[in-house]
């Protein structure tokens, strides 16, 4: 064969959708396994036209999928965000629409056993080393994907994978509120920094001239807005300590506002480059996260309950997603113990994806 064949199975995990792999099945090298994933999903062109990528930020992402030596975990998930355009791999964040697939993934192929009705699966997401317990719909036939679930930004219903994340807190930087402040002043913008799941900076809309109820169109298309905001972020990524902060998409940028369909809060979040079609599943812990604070930006904007847990319901692009979050309030913020999801997974093809060999060659063990 004058091509290297990768065994995958590709899914749709929540908003999110891209090729699950086993980590026996890739090369060990860093540096060629990036530039394996970037023929894989066709990094470089704006459709990713020679490989499997969807020509979107979304539909780019990858995991990585094996048996853990960890004491707690059954599956080590680790992710990777694949550019649309500019060849590059970013291995530091985590992403929790991918992991929705994480169980069911594992379970098809075969690093996991079915245990009855429902499978319960320990799943260690690597780049962060948060703990997540992801239940997953099965039969003795293995998994099931047909469901009355619905979540908004998928079309139709699907079984329920149900989501509880734990020690999602300073994953990447190590502390809940990275610059030790609730409210920082970047380029005249007050910001609050924060890193629960996925290390954020969140403005209110109305700090760039924004209703917080634009489209995702009309995001997209104001250029003025995407410039100012990559520089705050930018700055206030470097005060996060994060580095090379230009090429990363971490911190990812959020942007409030008064809810307006009866949820907690508006929001749109951004990816961070592009606006995400819906919610990220790491990003809408942070945000609840940051509702649920007092003294950041969301002071005044949201509709706190004061009930513990709490559900935290966040007005998207494309609807609403529900965070359940278990926590207690403390002198400088919120003691997070768990934030709960309920997302949808559907197997949509699997088999073997194909890359040039002078990528990598495969050398038969």
């Given at each position: 064969?004058t ?10 995990g ?19 396994l ?48 694949v ?14 629409n991918?992991?929705s697939?994480?169980?069911p993934?594992a ?29 997953v ?8 994907y ?8 998928v ?5 329920p ?83 090379d ?10 942007l ?21 079609p ?21 002071d005044g ?33 919120i ?7 309920v ?11 194909l ?11």
């Amino acid at each position: 064969m004058t091509q290297t064949a990768i065994p995958f199975m590709f899914m749709r995990g929540g908003t999110s959708r891209g090729p699950y792999l086993n980590r026996a099945d890739l090369p060990e090298d860093p540096d060629t396994l990036t530039e394996v994933l970037i023929a894989m999903v066709g990094s470089g062109h704006p459709l990713n036209i020679d490989g499997i990528g969807g020509g979107n930020a979304v539909t780019t992402k990858v995991a990585i999928l094996s048996r853990s030596d960890d004491d707690w975990a059954d599956i080590d998930y680790f992710f990777a965000q694949v550019s649309v355009e500019d060849r590059t791999v970013d291995f530091k964040p985590t992403c929790g629409n991918i992991l929705s697939g994480v169980g069911p993934a594992a379970i098809e192929m075969g690093l996991m056993p079915v245990t009855g009705d429902e499978t319960v699966i320990n799943i260690r997401a690597v780049n962060t080393d948060a703990r997540v317990v992801a239940s997953v719909q099965t039969s003795s036939q293995g998994v099931i994907y047909d469901g009355a679930t619905t979540i908004d930004g998928v079309p139709g219903t699907a079984a329920p994978v149900a989501l509880q994340f734990m020690e999602t807190v300073g994953g990447a930087t190590g502390a809940f509120l990275p610059t030790g402040n609730l409210i920082d002043t970047v380029d005249g913008v007050e910001v609050t920094c924060m890193d629960v799941a996925m290390p954020m900076v969140v403005a209110r809309a109305d700090a760039f001239g924004l209703t917080g109820y634009e489209s995702v169109a009309e995001l997209n298309d104001n250029a003025g807005f995407f410039a100012r905001m990559e520089a705050v972020r930018i700055r206030a990524g470097e005060k996060m300590g994060i580095r090379d902060v230009a090429r990363s998409v971490t911190p990812k940028f959020g942007l409030l506002a008064p809810a307006r369909n009866g949820g907690t809060v508006a929001t749109r979040y951004f990816m961070p480059w592009k606006t995400h079609p819906s919610m990220a599943v790491t990003g809408a812990q942070c945000l609840a996260s940051c509702v649920l604070t007092p003294g950041t930006v969301a002071d005044g904007l949201a509709r706190r309950s004061g009930d513990r847990p709490a559900t935290i319901t966040l007005e998207h692009a494309s609807g609403q997603l529900d965070v359940l979050v278990d926590y207690d309030l403390t002198e400088g913020g919120i003691d997070l113990r768990s934030a709960g999801l309920v997302r949808t997974a559907r197997l949509l093809a699997r088999g073997e994806v194909l890359i040039p060999r002078h990528v990598w060659k495969r050398i038969a063990s």
